[in-house]
């Protein structure tokens, strides 16, 4: 299934009490003060050294992980094959980029409308049924007699199968690795996942597409999608839903609404959907731009394919190292700081810089973007555990469909702007927007007092844990 990470900017099923594992237990929350105001994580189960290794070593995150990398690469694939068969077909580029876009816009309606989908059944079935559903639509693009109205309908149907599937794995790794240091590591990797997949499967596609037609490289989703889906069959354990159908629940749609409407209306959970949300809008620009901007400074095709790698490189150099060099209280400390100054780099753009000077911001602005790792902790922490698959799954949906949004605009801006200068514009109006949001996630940060319970900025009282 498709990450909730797709561009640059990032990228995405539960029981009602978290079961984990032995292999895994729960990290305890660290119960001295932060003086930031944040909340202090500590693993007391794995050293900070081992970092990554620890989360390889359970079992079940090695099928969860495995399927990921399997179907993301199917994916990727799948969108150049796709986009090459409607131009094929209709010789239109506005289809053929149209095929490309439907891969976020259905974000925004699956995620709302099927979100309750994630916390109502029980999450391996839920993300079994995603990739065979998945499977099924990828092999009716395969059917030579499927029209291209028919294909987008397809493409369509995937993208808004894509936030629950990603929601659903994202909560349920709270149940295979805990919501502490676990987790965090285990969300990165797969985050990690999706930026290499930037770098390596659209070269993969295209060679793919050279000994191949586009039909018979779909055919290669198909395979994809149905390998995920046995691994998360028989490689994770059966666990039930948080909440589950029963006689008294609501509508699936009313259910999803209402869920939505809960997870928005707390004001620390709001705040941090938007830390997530409001960069990623604005530091999609560059990539979108990259094609007339390499134009503009007359570069040929080996400098957009770099201009066009080198937030990726950047995010990827970066998780790494946080993921590795940093304690979980490090990573707490430097959210703040890292999101308020990561669009900075584009502020470079105002001088029409050559090549050089460019990849070198954009790599600046792709490793600000590690800040995901502790913002990762702090949203697990925030929302109410029967609401994780839908939070999740509301997460990921906002997430691409402002990608989305953000490309769009850019490129709407660039008919009447020089490249550089709407770059430049994204990187300040970004910074602003994001500063505002700093503001607002120090005021709704959690305080610990003497006792057992904290208190956020919109007066919300939870346990410690």
């Known amino acids: 299934m498709p990450s909730d990470t797709h561009t640059p ?3 995405p099923r539960d029981p009602s009490a978290p079961r984990v594992p032995p292999t895994a237990p729960v990290p305890e929350r660290a119960p001295s003060p932060d003086p930031s105001g944040l909340p202090a994580l500590r693993d007391q189960t794995r050293s900070a050294a081992r970092g990554y290794s620890a989360v390889f070593a359970v079992r079940e995150f090695r099928a969860v992980f495995a399927a990921h990398l399997l179907s993301l690469l199917g994916v990727v694939v799948s969108e150049i094959a796709l986009t090459v068969l409607v131009y094929d077909l209709t010789g239109s580029p506005l289809l053929s980029s149209l095929t490309f876009a439907l891969g976020f816009l259905p974000y925004l309606v699956g995620g709302t409308l099927f979100a309750s989908v994630a916390d109502r ?7 079994v049924g995603c990739d065979l559903l998945c499977a099924l639509c990828a092999a009716g693009m395969v059917l030579p007699v499927t029209p291209v109205a028919g294909l987008l309908a397809l493409r369509c149907l995937i993208a808004a199968v894509s936030p629950v599937f990603t929601g659903t794995r994202m909560a349920a790794l709270t149940d295979v690795l805990g919501d502490g240091e676990l987790y965090v590591l285990g969300r990165s990797l797969l985050r990690l996942v999706s930026q290499s997949a930037v770098l390596t ?7 793919l597409l050279t000994v191949v037609s586009p039909r018979g490289a779909l055919t290669v989703t198909v395979v994809t999608f149905l390998c995920s889906a046995t691994l998360l069959r028989f490689g994770t354990r059966h666990r039930p839903a948080r909440t589950g159908p029963d006689g008294t629940s609501a509508a699936l749609l009313k259910d999803s609404f209402a869920g939505a409407r809960r997870v ?3 004001r620390r959970t709001r705040a941090l959907l ?8 604005f530091v999609v620009a560059p990539e979108a731009l990259a094609a007339p901007y390499a134009d503009a400074i007359g570069a040929g095709p080996a400098a957009l394919g770099l201009l066009m790698c080198a937030m990726p490189v950047g995010h990827i150099a970066a998780e790494l190292y946080v993921g590795t060099a940093l304690g979980p209280r490090l ?10 100054v990561g669009l900075l780099p584009f502020l470079v753009y105002g001088f029409r810089p050559g090549l050089v000077p460019a990849v070198a911001a954009l790599v600046l602005a792709g490793a600000g973007a590690a800040y995901n790792i502790g913002l990762d902790q702090w ?4 929302v109410a555990e029967e609401l994780r698959g839908r939070a999740m799954t509301l997460l990921t949906a906002g997430l691409m469909t402002i990608q989305g949004a953000g490309m769009a605009l850019a490129g709407l801006a660039a008919e009447f702007l020089p490249v550089h200068q709407v770059v430049l514009a994204a990187g300040i109006a970004g910074t602003l927007c994001t500063l505002l949001l700093v503001r607002e996630a120090r005021a709704t940060a959690p305080e610990r007092g003497p006792g057992t319970e904290r208190r956020d900025g919109s007066g919300r009282l939870g346990a410690t844990g």
Request: aromatic content about 14%; overall charge positive; glycine content about 12%.
């Open 9 to 11: 900017a990032g990228d």
């Open 121 to 127: 059944y029980p999450a391996r079935r839920v993300l």
């Open 201 to 207: 499967g659209f070269g993969a596609g295209g060679v």
């Open 264 to 266: 928005l209306a707390d």
């Open 274 to 281: 938007l830390l997530f949300w409001l960069p990623a809008f």
């Open 331 to 340: 990573r707490s400390r430097i959210v703040l700081p890292v999101a308020a």
């Open 379 to 382: 949203f697990v922490d925030a």
